[in-house]
């Protein structure tokens, strides 16, 4: 249970980017179930106004139709968000796109779709959002992943996107601090119940071993990587800028499957 009070954003909005499943739609009901009129926005309409009707009983939102590539598509769905309702206080930039690939066997397309995605829709969104935001107090979210610090084999794509995406938020908190915006990162482990990980885990065996190396010894929650974007567009965090905070269960500390092995006695 959150000991945030269940009212905490009552009267902001939130736009969430890519809050039409996974991390971002968890992150999206739980803005709306703390008191904020939610916007989530991806490129399938039907997915879109799925989505904001899954939230109904949490609270008010719409859902709305982009895609983050296309900066004139995704000012439009933020202008639409704040007509219908009101300047932006939240907005959680969480569209992305991932798949194994070797960098021999990468094409140049590929490559270039993921960062279009993710740190080119970063830009977008965020870009897009700026001459929206209520100034000062409105906070910024990018989700990033611990491949912006950490190579990882047959992620080449991801790998660059995300470092790119880490880069961003910090050169955002530099520029916009001073006009009272607030700008960080959020980067999950392995989350499960998402899509990206039954891409970059497939199975239970794969879960599993994966599972094994992590400190914690288990998944994230999508609900868990909700309560930190709570946090970080709380008034808990209001002195946070420029930061990415993990939510990781220690994944990127590194494998410490070895760990008993490597005791005195063990």
């Given at each position: 249970?959150s000991?945030l009070?269940?009212?905490?954003?009552?009267?902001?909005?939130?736009?969430?980017?890519g809050?039409?499943?996974?991390?971002?739609?968890?992150?999206?009901?739980?803005?709306?179930?703390?008191?904020?009129?939610?916007?989530?926005?991806?490129?399938?309409?039907?997915?879109?106004?799925?989505?904001?009707?899954?939230?109904?009983?949490?609270?008010?939102?719409?859902?709305?139709?982009?895609?983050?590539?296309?900066?004139?598509?995704?000012?439009?769905?933020?202008?639409?968000?704040?007509?219908?309702?009101?300047?932006?206080?939240?907005?959680?930039?969480?569209?992305?796109?991932?798949?194994?690939?070797?960098?021999?066997?990468?094409?140049?397309?590929?490559?270039?779709?993921?960062?279009?995605?993710?740190?080119?829709?970063?830009?977008?969104?965020?870009?897009?959002?700026?001459?929206?935001?209520?100034?000062?107090?409105?906070?910024?979210?990018?989700?990033?992943?611990?491949?912006?610090?950490?190579?990882?084999?047959?992620?080449?794509?991801?790998?660059?996107?995300?470092?790119?995406?880490?880069?961003?938020?910090?050169?955002?908190?530099?520029?916009?601090?001073?006009?009272g915006?607030?700008?960080?990162?959020?980067?999950?482990?392995?989350?499960?119940?998402?899509?990206?990980?039954?891409?970059?885990?497939?199975?239970?065996?794969?879960?599993?071993?994966?599972?094994?190396?992590?400190?914690?010894?288990?998944?994230?929650?999508?609900?868990?990587?909700?309560?930190?974007?709570?946090?970080?567009?709380?008034?808990?965090?209001?002195?946070?800028?420029?930061t990415?905070?993990?939510?990781?269960?220690?994944?990127?500390?590194?494998?410490?499957?070895?760990?008993?092995?490597?005791?005195?006695?063990?």
């Amino acid at each position: 249970m959150s000991a945030l009070r269940n009212d905490i954003f009552a009267g902001k909005v939130a736009f969430v980017a890519g809050g039409t499943s996974g991390i971002n739609l968890g992150i999206a009901r739980r803005l709306a179930e703390l008191g904020a009129r939610v916007a989530v926005a991806g490129r399938n309409p039907e997915k879109a106004q799925a989505a904001a009707a899954s939230l109904a009983e949490a609270g008010e939102a719409i859902g709305l139709s982009c895609d983050v590539r296309d900066y004139d598509a995704i000012q439009a769905a933020l202008v639409a968000a704040t007509d219908r309702l009101g300047p932006l206080d939240i907005v959680v930039s969480g569209a992305a796109g991932n798949f194994l690939a070797p960098a021999a066997g990468l094409s140049a397309n590929g490559f270039r779709t993921v960062v279009d995605i993710d740190l080119n829709g970063t830009f977008n969104v965020f870009r897009a959002a700026y001459g929206l935001l209520r100034k000062p107090g409105a906070s910024l979210i990018a989700i990033t992943a611990g491949q912006a610090v950490n190579p990882v084999m047959l992620q080449a794509h991801a790998c660059a996107a995300k470092a790119g995406i880490n880069q961003l938020v910090r050169v955002l908190a530099m520029e916009w601090g001073p006009e009272g915006v607030r700008v960080n990162g959020i980067s999950p482990g392995p989350i499960a119940g998402t899509e990206g990980m039954a891409r970059l885990a497939p199975g239970d065996e794969a879960s599993a071993a994966l599972a094994a190396r992590i400190p914690l010894r288990r998944y994230g929650e999508i609900s868990e990587v909700a309560e930190a974007a709570a946090f970080l567009c709380s008034d808990s965090a209001r002195y946070i800028t420029g930061t990415i905070l993990d939510c990781d269960g220690g994944s990127q500390l590194g494998d410490s499957s070895n760990h008993s092995r490597s005791q005195p006695g063990g």
